[in-house]
């Protein structure tokens, strides 16, 4: 939950947020609506990359909670009751885990002593246990065809699982992951190439995405794949290693120069245990990756050994290619 106000008005801020969140009144009314926005989202136009990344994360988590869409299905949204919302409030909306960030101007002081009188009440509940099935590491190469005939292109996803966020090889990974978008831009850069990665307090996601005509695809995946094997077994150039590093703390400091980033990285710092002088360190910690160490990040966490990569496209004309790839599901 965010709340925006002036600073001036903090208390009004924290009573307003702990009544959202504290005490929370579910209606009917209420209920019927949220639902209802919720199904419209979900029937709206899909996104081509969005719905390949959704599928590729299904596979990747499969068997586990995050395998499942985090906004539900239509016939999942359908099936959700009045019932099941105050249930899930009343079970999972408590103090025990919860941390609350104060982003602004005011004198820290009157700020916690107004947010533990105002927030001070708010009752503890039984702990709910972490009960989370760890995701399985891709042993092999697999090659998943999701089939759209009506298009031309193709949408790639190539990945595996991430490191965790409190990992200390979290900020060398990091780093090598920067380096390898570099790269694979310079290489094809008419794929719309991005690596991206998500740190979670279990292994997260990382993502090579891109798209292609679909006659053109398999072979692009191909020469990322071995992009991605050149990377892994060759060390990065200084220079590569300081573009790297200085992209990455140019994006930190964007974001602390606003009252909303600052708020998400405090936030991101207490829910994944990063300690209380992560942010002033973040920028050190990315700079003090070194050649070995971002090399050894990739071996460890880019296509360790296994990759999952999944197709959508004209399932015709990509079928025949893609089987040279990986055992295809």
């Known amino acids: ?17 702990y009544q959202v969140v504290g005490e929370a009144v579910f209606d009917e009314a209420d209920f019927a609506r949220a639902q209802d926005e919720v199904l419209k989202k979900l ?3 899909e996104d081509a990359r969005r ?9 990747l988590f499969r068997g ?4 499942r869409p985090i906004e539900g299905t239509v016939a999942s949204v359908r099936n959700i009751t009045l019932g ?17 960030v104060v982003v602004g101007s005011a004198p820290p002081a009157p700020v916690v002593q107004k947010a533990a009188r105002i927030w001070g009440v708010w009752v503890r509940r039984d702990d709910v246990p972490f009960t989370f099935l760890p995701p399985r590491t891709p042993s092999s190469r697999s090659v998943v065809l999701v089939d759209d005939p009506g298009s031309p292109a193709a949408q790639f996803v190539l990945g595996n699982l991430w490191t965790p966020r409190e990992d200390p090889a979290f900020y060398p990974a990091s780093v090598a992951a920067r380096i390898l978008e570099a790269r694979l831009s310079r290489s094809l850069p008419t794929s719309l190439l991005t690596v991206g990665y998500e740190g979670r307090r279990m292994s997260g996601p990382l993502w090579i995405q891109g798209q292609a005509a679909a006659d053109a695809a398999p072979a692009e995946i191909e020469k990322i794949l071995g992009l991605v094997e050149e990377f892994r077994n060759a060390p990065s150039s200084p220079d590569e290693l300081a573009a790297a590093a200085k992209s990455l703390i140019e994006e930190y ?3 602390v120069a606003s009252t909303g980033g600052l708020c998400a990285l405090a936030l991101d710092a207490e829910l994944h245990r990063l300690g209380t002088n992560f942010m002033a360190s973040y920028p050190e910690s990315i700079a003090r990756s070194t050649v070995d160490a ?3 990040a ?3 966490w880019i296509f360790p050994g296994g990759v999952l990569i999944v197709v959508r496209g004209p399932a015709t004309a990509l079928r025949p290619h893609l089987e040279k790839l990986g055992t295809l599901q």
């Open 43 to 45: 029937g709206a136009p």
């Open 84 to 100: 099941d919302v105050r249930y899930f409030h009343r079970r999972f909306f408590s103090p025990n885990a919860a941390a609350l």
């Open 1 to 17: 939950f965010i709340l925006n106000a002036p600073s001036a008005r903090f208390e009004r801020a924290l009573l307003v947020l």
């Open 64 to 67: 586990t909670t995050f395998g």
């Open 51 to 59: 719905v390949a990344r959704a599928r590729f994360e299904a596979e």
């Open 253 to 255: 400091r964007a974001a």
């Open 294 to 296: 971002v090399r050894d």
């Open 298 to 300: 990739a071996k460890q």
